[in-house]
């Protein structure tokens, strides 16, 4: 069933309009008495079917409130640095799908592209396209916020409440497992670096702020592939992607 | 450095020949004395450097041997059912770098892509050889094998030896670390549906063969995207990716 989020509350009726109701109704060309998952600003869901048209906009009837809950138990930030190409559009989707809070697409000094002020608004806006329409396949009842593309050095100056960490490659750290069992917070943020890795420099400064350089195994992993698995393995270890609850 | 895989053993001179030949020298233009990876059929690992050019082949001579632990601890084979479109081509790549052993093509009732024996052999060889490419660049030392495209029936009678397990949508399974934490197995085998998922009687074939049905969490994971995360926990948990060895 199609989900869509509301910014309001659930009530009887609702209204939907926007890009949402444009899809609905010339795209899926959906017709009275479809069904639809509203979710609303509370993360509230509710079954709700089609009770009538506008021009340019709708109106579903709540049928039942559903209870689920398909949020993880903990909150995990992707940091992100900047890969080649279209990559990121795919760590977006993956990430929302693992069950990611927020992403902050981050510049860090081995970032191969560049982007301008309007194309780095461009491509927020694209990214958070892109979370939002995961959130909606894969059932999340919150919509992960793609943050602007941010330098590395203020990303660090932000990280307070978290508990962080980075995969250093090569270096003879700690096991992800054993930082994870040690650290019981609700919020992590894992920082993955682009193609080319961090400076030297970079890792001290991510050390001096706290982050906490961790192995991932012996294999070189590719900067998506190292979020994916990071993501995968923190919230499966406290919970979530059946890890069993601590 | 470029990795080299080697049918023979190390030698203290040894011939390279055919794609990678061709590759070293027309693509990367490589010049005497430059370095290269050798990886031989026994997983051993040398530094060699090009000292001779032929028309169609290059020589190398063995520098030094390396000791290298790239390979997890355990055995896992990806039944990986067939997706849509190139999803097959991405699956692979990241299979490979998460330290699978081999991978499985399987056709269930939900495949809406359909091969004839062709083209299976065609995928097959595509896939093959994107397995090699990625298991050279993540730094491995073995070439794990795409075998070929196989029927559900035929996957299940031959899974004896590997603690099975697959992702089943909705069901209130077992989670995937219950599962894991009562297998000492050295082989695993993960079956991983396609996008339409298996249908109640592939379910129950499966679970007559001994496939567990584990959880994966509540939210709606892609097929691609269940792949990597059950092979990134199954490794992980069983010592790899940054777990602790058991």
Same mark, same amino acid.
């Given at each position: 069933m199609r989900?869509? #989020?509301?910014?309001?509350?659930l009530a009887e009726e609702m209204t939907i309009a926007g890009t949402d109701a444009h899809h609905i109704m010339h795209?899926?060309?959906?017709?009275?008495?479809?069904?639809?998952?509203?979710?609303?600003a509370a993360q509230q869901i509710a079954e709700t079917e089609i009770c009538a048209f506008g021009t340019d906009h709708l109106t579903v009837k709540c049928l039942r409130r559903i209870e689920a809950a398909t949020e993880a138990p903990i909150e995990v930030t992707l940091l992100q640095c900047l890969p080649?190409?279209?990559k990121m559009d795919f760590i977006v989707q993956k990430a929302v799908e693992l069950g990611v809070s927020q992403i902050v697409p981050v510049v860090s000094?081995?970032?191969?592209?560049?982007? $301008?002020?309007?194309?780095?608004l461009a491509r927020q806006k694209k990214w958070q396209k892109i979370a939002e329409?995961?959130? +909606?396949?894969?059932?999340?009842?919150?919509?992960?916020?793609?943050?602007?593309?941010?330098?590395?050095?203020?990303?660090?100056?932000?990280?307070?409440?978290?508990?962080? #960490?980075?995969?250093?490659?090569?270096?003879? $750290?700690?096991? %992800?497992? $054993?930082? %994870?069992?040690?650290?019981?917070?609700?919020? #992590?943020a894992v920082?993955?670096?682009?193609?080319?890795? #961090?400076?030297p420099a970079e890792v001290a400064l991510c050390q001096?702020?706290?982050?906490?350089t961790v192995t991932m195994g012996p294999?070189?992993?590719?900067?998506?592939?190292?979020?994916?698995?990071? %993501?995968?393995?923190?919230?499966?270890?406290?919970? $979530? %992607?059946?890890?069993?609850? +601590?």
């Amino acid at each position: 069933m199609r989900r869509i #989020f509301i910014k309001d509350l659930l009530a009887e009726e609702m209204t939907i309009a926007g890009t949402d109701a444009h899809h609905i109704m010339h795209v899926l060309r959906a017709k009275l008495g479809q069904k639809l998952i509203v979710v609303d600003a509370a993360q509230q869901i509710a079954e709700t079917e089609i009770c009538a048209f506008g021009t340019d906009h709708l109106t579903v009837k709540c049928l039942r409130r559903i209870e689920a809950a398909t949020e993880a138990p903990i909150e995990v930030t992707l940091l992100q640095c900047l890969p080649k190409g279209d990559k990121m559009d795919f760590i977006v989707q993956k990430a929302v799908e693992l069950g990611v809070s927020q992403i902050v697409p981050v510049v860090s000094a081995n970032c191969v592209v560049k982007y $301008d002020a309007a194309k780095r608004l461009a491509r927020q806006k694209k990214w958070q396209k892109i979370a939002e329409e995961a959130a +909606k396949q894969c059932g999340r009842t919150i919509q992960p916020a793609v943050l602007a593309v941010t330098n590395l050095k203020e990303v660090l100056e932000n990280l307070e409440g978290s508990a962080s #960490f980075m995969c250093y490659e090569g270096a003879a $750290d700690e096991p %992800l497992q $054993d930082f %994870l069992a040690k650290k019981q917070a609700k919020c #992590f943020a894992v920082l993955i670096g682009p193609e080319g890795g #961090f400076t030297p420099a970079e890792v001290a400064l991510c050390q001096q702020h706290g982050v906490q350089t961790v192995t991932m195994g012996p294999r070189i992993l590719r900067t998506e592939t190292a979020s994916l698995v990071a %993501l995968s393995i923190v919230l499966y270890e406290k919970g $979530d %992607l059946g890890g069993r609850s +601590k």
